[in-house]
């Protein structure tokens, strides 16, 4: 039995998703039963609750073989991370009552800083919570995921794919989310290790290829268009990060443009992606079709 954080999502469903093709027994922590009740149907077994009670998350946690855990996205932070400093206590509070055999994280490229990477910020501190666990742990540090770019299937009809990555041939760390959970599963279900790994997964790509390739799905020329830094703020309020609260976003894309967002951190071990950009753009457009 595995426990897996965030089903719902595209990481934790990618996660249960292969657990579940290889047979294996899969639990959730879910808040709302009905928004999962697809996994119910494939036999996950559903627990109430969330990451926000450790009490919940320690009775999902017993009796499982492994778990993977992850922090809710949040575009808009507390200036002091409160939100993601509270999901952490849980998570070490659960994982110190009920010690699973292994445990595997979520986290970034860039985590192994502790400041000016912008949202990332939260999961450096994740990284930090959980090394007091005396073990096995592994945190995979996974690139910017393809599935960010989605909303090219939409606005770059015109030929245009507007990005923060500048200049746009730059090449910094990305992945897709199946890769990531592909990644997870094995940890899980693989040979078991001491102690802490840090596996860094994705593939160096930029934005060109990204938008050449997003061009190929629609039939058409895409070129990447890197929208202007004094821009930034009013297009991340386009995207629906309140006014005002845009600045971790900007700092981490300041970050990935400083092109310290690449693979090889000493310490490290490196799994590339195999999906492509342009195969989570046609699983999309064949998904809206279908």
Same mark, same amino acid.
């Given at each position: 039995?595995?426990?897996?954080?965030?089903?719902?999502?595209?990481?934790?469903?990618?996660?249960?998703?292969?657990?579940?093709?290889?047979?294996?027994?899969?639990?959730?922590?879910?808040?709302?039963?009905?928004?999962?009740?697809?996994?119910?149907?494939?036999?996950?077994?559903?627990?109430?609750?969330?990451?926000?009670?450790?009490?919940?998350?320690?009775?999902?946690?017993?009796?499982?073989?492994?778990?993977?855990?992850?922090?809710?996205?949040?575009?808009?932070?507390?200036?002091?991370?409160?939100? @993601?400093?509270? +999901?952490?206590?849980?998570?070490? %509070?659960? *994982? &110190?009552?009920? $010690?699973?055999?292994?445990? =595997?994280?979520?986290?970034?490229?860039?985590?192994?800083?502790?400041?000016?990477?912008?949202?990332?910020?939260?999961?450096?501190?994740?990284?930090?919570?959980?090394?007091?666990?005396?073990?096995?742990?592994?945190?995979?540090?996974?690139?910017?995921?393809?599935?960010?770019?989605?909303?090219?299937?939409?606005?770059?009809?015109?030929?245009?794919?507007?990005?923060?990555?500048?200049?746009?041939?730059?090449?910094?760390?990305?992945?897709?989310?199946?890769?990531?959970?592909?990644?997870?599963?094995?940890?899980?279900?693989?040979?078991?290790?001491?102690?802490?790994?840090?596996?860094?997964?994705?593939?160096?790509?930029? @934005?060109?290829? +990204?938008?050449?390739?997003?061009? %190929?799905? *629609? &039939?058409?020329? $895409?070129?990447?268009?890197? =929208?202007?830094?004094?821009?930034?703020?009013?297009?991340?309020?386009?995207?629906?990060?309140?006014?005002?609260?845009?600045?971790?976003?900007?700092?981490?894309?300041?970050?990935?443009?400083?092109?310290?967002?690449?693979?090889?951190?000493?310490?490290?071990?490196?799994?590339?992606?195999?999906?492509?950009?342009?195969?989570?753009?046609?699983?999309?457009?064949?998904?809206?079709?279908?």
């Amino acid at each position: 039995m595995y426990l897996v954080m965030g089903i719902t999502g595209k990481v934790g469903g990618a996660t249960a998703r292969h657990l579940v093709k290889q047979g294996k027994q899969v639990r959730a922590l879910v808040r709302d039963r009905e928004k999962a009740a697809k996994w119910a149907d494939q036999g996950v077994e559903l627990v109430d609750g969330d990451w926000n009670d450790a009490t919940a998350i320690a009775t999902a946690l017993k009796g499982v073989d492994g778990a993977f855990v992850m922090l809710p996205s949040v575009w808009a932070p507390s200036p002091d991370y409160k939100e @993601a400093k509270g +999901v952490i206590a849980n998570y070490v %509070e659960a *994982l &110190t009552r009920v $010690v699973p055999p292994r445990v =595997v994280a979520l986290s970034s490229m860039g985590a192994n800083r502790t400041s000016g990477m912008g949202m990332i910020t939260a999961l450096s501190l994740l990284e930090q919570g959980l090394r007091s666990l005396p073990y096995p742990v592994a945190f995979v540090r996974a690139g910017g995921f393809f599935e960010n770019f989605l909303y090219g299937l939409q606005v770059a009809r015109g030929g245009t794919l507007p990005v923060f990555y500048n200049p746009t041939n730059q090449k910094s760390t990305m992945v897709a989310s199946d890769d990531i959970g592909a990644e997870v599963a094995t940890l899980l279900t693989g040979p078991t290790w001491s102690g802490h790994r840090v596996i860094e997964l994705g593939s160096m790509v930029s @934005a060109d290829e +990204v938008a050449s390739q997003l061009g %190929e799905v *629609l &039939t058409l020329d $895409v070129k990447a268009f890197a =929208v202007p830094r004094a821009g930034w703020a009013e297009t991340f309020e386009q995207f629906g990060v309140p006014k005002g609260h845009t600045g971790p976003a900007e700092e981490m894309f300041d970050a990935v443009n400083e092109g310290w967002m690449a693979l090889g951190v000493p310490g490290t071990e490196l799994v590339a992606g195999t999906t492509s950009a342009r195969d989570v753009f046609a699983a999309a457009q064949n998904a809206v079709k279908s």
